[in-house]
């Protein structure tokens, strides 16, 4: 649906479910055409770690083909070998975290997230942003365009982002976080206008 803006601009206006998180959370500043450059991932792993998480996914991918195979022959081997492999993946997530991220409250949706930041960022400007979770086997590094930067004491800034050019692959993370943290949480959920939000 669009939305009429003062300035006379139509802009779209989209509804997610959002949900509070807890998230190794970092982000870098960088000019809109690096997202047509290259892939979120590649702004926050040096080279040998690139390397190494490509390998990891390879060889996760055939073990799972591997495993339905033994799941149709013996399923309590199948669950066993599963729970051995997100055992693994949890590592491995460890090993590959980048240094730089913290852990950060974030108000989650498909369509964007906010967070608090102690000084102010410029609305307009593009992010690459990478999520981890620290207990899960979850992790999603995206674009992003800042649409508010208001002044939040005591935290500072409360931050509000509009996700960019995401793929089904990203779309798809994003909402199998946000189903499981509200399923967790069993409260009800509030919808979110990113974009359209004055």
């Known amino acids: 649906m669009a939305q009429i803006t003062r300035n006379g601009h139509a802009r779209e206006r989209r509804c997610h479910y959002r949900v509070d998180d807890r998230l190794l959370f970092e982000f870098k500043l960088i000019d809109p055409k690096t997202m047509r450059q290259q892939a979120p991932a590649s702004l926050f792993m040096a080279a040998a770690d690139s390397q190494f998480k490509r390998e990891l996914d390879r060889l996760d991918q055939e073990g799972k083909t591997l495993l339905r195979g033994i799941a149709g022959r013996d399923h309590s081997l199948a669950i066993y070998l599963a729970l051995l492999n997100h055992k693994i993946s949890l590592i491995a997530a460890q090993l590959t975290t980048p240094g730089q991220q913290q852990l950060a409250a ?91 939000r004055e």
């Open 106 to 196: 974030i108000n989650l949706s498909e369509g964007g997230l906010a967070f608090y930041h102690p000084s102010p960022l410029h609305s307009g400007d593009h992010l690459a942003i990478a999520l981890r979770s620290q207990t899960e086997d979850w992790q999603c590094q995206l674009y992003g365009r800042i649409v508010r930067s208001r002044a939040a004491a005591p935290q500072g800034y409360k931050v509000a982002v509009a996700f960019c050019a995401l793929d089904a692959s990203q779309q798809q993370l994003l909402t199998r976080r946000v189903l499981k943290v509200q399923m967790r949480s069993h409260k009800p959920v509030h919808t979110d206008t990113i974009a359209g």
